[in-house]
């Protein structure tokens, strides 16, 4: 049920010693590619980093926000061609599913934000995963899904139904 799957899903930044099936990591990625994108421009591409060096490189794209990937056993970056007209919505749509998708599959992730982050005083974030990944300049980085097995269930959530307003706000 995907009620269920929405409560299930939590932000894990502490993973387990537990390798990532190929099988399970393709589905993941399946389903990113799954999300709908603004008139079907389909512009959406990951960048899969599986070795720990990669991963390392990657949870220092900013100071603050993004050293969980270092314990992640699989990083994606998530990128959208800019060329498509909603590529940030396209992005964050696409993200949001991989990150469905690994707690469906019993794994746990978390987001490290890349837009309006900064490497350093010189570079954004984005530069610097551009650099070392060699994404093309003409793609956008919305974000690093860094996943990995569980240690620990969190908490389901509650939604606060307050938050909906019928007819008028
Ligand atoms: C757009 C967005 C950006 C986020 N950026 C970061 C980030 O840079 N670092 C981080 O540790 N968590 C990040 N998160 C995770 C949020 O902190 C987390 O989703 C929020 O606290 C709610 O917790 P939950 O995911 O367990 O429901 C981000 C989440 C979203 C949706």
């Not at 992005?91 to 978390?110: F, K, M, N, T």
């Not at 899904?145 to 008028?168: Q, V």
Request: hydrophobic share 40%.
């Amino acid at each position: 049920m995907f009620y269920e799957l929405a409560k299930r899903r939590r932000s894990y930044r502490k993973f387990s010693n537990e390798e990532i099936d190929e099988d399970k990591l393709k589905k993941i990625l399946a389903s990113g590619l799954l999300a709908p994108t603004g008139a079907n421009s389909k512009k959406i591409e990951f960048v899969v980093l599986k070795n720990q060096k990669d991963i390392e490189v990657a949870s220092e794209l900013k100071p603050m926000g993004s050293a969980f990937l270092k314990e992640a056993k699989v990083a994606i970056i998530v990128c959208c061609d800019k060329s498509a007209p909603t590529y940030r919505q396209d992005a964050s749509i696409a993200a949001a599913y991989l990150q469905l998708a690994v707690e469906d599959e019993g794994l746990g992730s978390c987001w490290a934000n890349v837009i309006g982050a900064r490497y350093n005083d010189t570079k954004t974030s984005e530069d610097y995963l551009k650099d070392k990944f060699f994404i093309p300049e003409s793609f956008h980085i919305e974000c690093v899904i860094g996943l990995g097995g569980k240690i620990k269930e969190a908490d389901e959530k509650a939604p606060d139904f307050s938050k909906i307003h019928y007819n008028r706000f």
